[in-house]
Nanobody, 112 residues
Framework: QVQLVESGGGLVQPGGSLRLSCAAS?????LGWYRQAPGKQRELVATITIEGSTNYADSVKGRYTISRDNAKKTVYLQMNSLKPEDTAVYYC?????????WGQGTQVTVSS
């Protein structure tokens, strides 16, 4: 079983920035972030493999940057130029290729 502990959510004004962190209990092939807004399905935000290969949703390309520190087993999501439509619960995601794991979620609210 893999435990994921997220941190870094909060309230930010439009155009602002936030950084999310997620620490895994063990080394994992793929780490990433999904988000779920009220009344909507959970959607991919970004993922990164242990080799550093990244994948982003079109809606966040150029604004968000995913990175990881393999020694710390931690994935980061730097979110810039935030928009009200980015408001959601952000979930850390981990995949071994055989099993998927989720964090408890952290709220990100973009509002003036």
């Amino acid at each position: 079983q893999v435990q994921l502990v997220e941190s870094g959510g909060g309230l930010v004004q439009p155009g602002g920035s936030l950084r999310l962190s997620c620490a895994a209990s063990t080394s994992i092939f793929r780490l990433g972030w999904y988000r779920q807004a009220p009344g909507k399905q959970r959607e991919l935000v970004a993922t990164i493999t242990i080799e550093g290969s990244t994948n982003y949703a079109d809606s966040v390309k150029g604004r968000y940057t995913i990175s990881r520190d393999n020694a710390k087993k931690t994935v980061y999501l730097q979110m810039n130029s935030l928009k009200p439509e980015d408001t959601a619960v952000y979930y850390c995601y981990a995949s071994t290729g055989l099993a998927n794991y989720w964090g408890q979620g952290t709220q990100v609210t973009v509002s003036s």
